[in-house]
């Protein structure tokens, strides 16, 4: 009897570190350097007095390659925190989006008709041209350029997830 392989898992993790030179680089080079993948990473300040920043990586791997993740950004020293918010369940992961579409005539107001049924937003218009903003879960994006390739889908420019826990609780 063979044994099955295990399953690679899609797990948000959300980081709190230092903000000061390098930390991203460490964090970035504790990936790199084992070959495990980042699918998306967002890093910004949240705390000025504190001089904290959050970074929030997506990354795919089985059960144990994701403990060993966690458990080696645990141990870099500008690390003040790890959460695996997959795990906990309580999550809410958005992203932004804006995309690019060129259209004229049919496909033009069919585009349209595709933004609002995704609640994206026009924020640049051109007589062959429209570049719409949008916001919500990485696969509602991913849909909506999908839909939007055959209307004239010209470039995706996308900030990465963002995610944080339900409750009163901070990280």
Not at 5 to 14: K, Q
Not at 46 to 58: A, K
Not at 106 to 117: C, I, K, Y
Not at 121 to 141: C, L
């Amino acid at each position: 009897m063979s044994q099955s392989p295990e399953t690679i898992e899609r797990h948000t993790l959300s980081v709190l570190v230092d903000n000061e030179p390098g930390v991203l680089a460490r964090v970035i080079g504790l990936f790199s350097g084992r070959g495990y993948n980042i699918d998306s990473l967002t890093v910004s300040e949240v705390s000025h007095e504190g001089r904290l920043s959050r970074i929030t990586i997506v990354t795919t791997g089985t059960p144990m390659v994701i403990e060993q993740i966690k458990n080696q950004l645990d141990r870099l020293v500008p690390v003040h925190k790890v959460r695996d918010l997959t795990v906990e369940g309580t999550a809410l992961e958005r992203e932004l989006a804006m995309v690019k579409v060129r259209g004229l005539g049919e496909a033009r107001g069919e585009a349209l008709r595709l933004a609002e049924a995704f609640r994206a937003r026009v924020i640049d218009a051109t007589r062959e041209s429209f570049v719409f903003e949008i916001t919500g879960k990485s696969d509602k994006i991913d849909q909506f350029a999908w839909l939007m390739e055959p209307l004239g889908l010209v470039e995706v420019a996308r900030t990465g997830v963002v995610a944080i826990s339900r409750g009163p609780e901070a990280m």
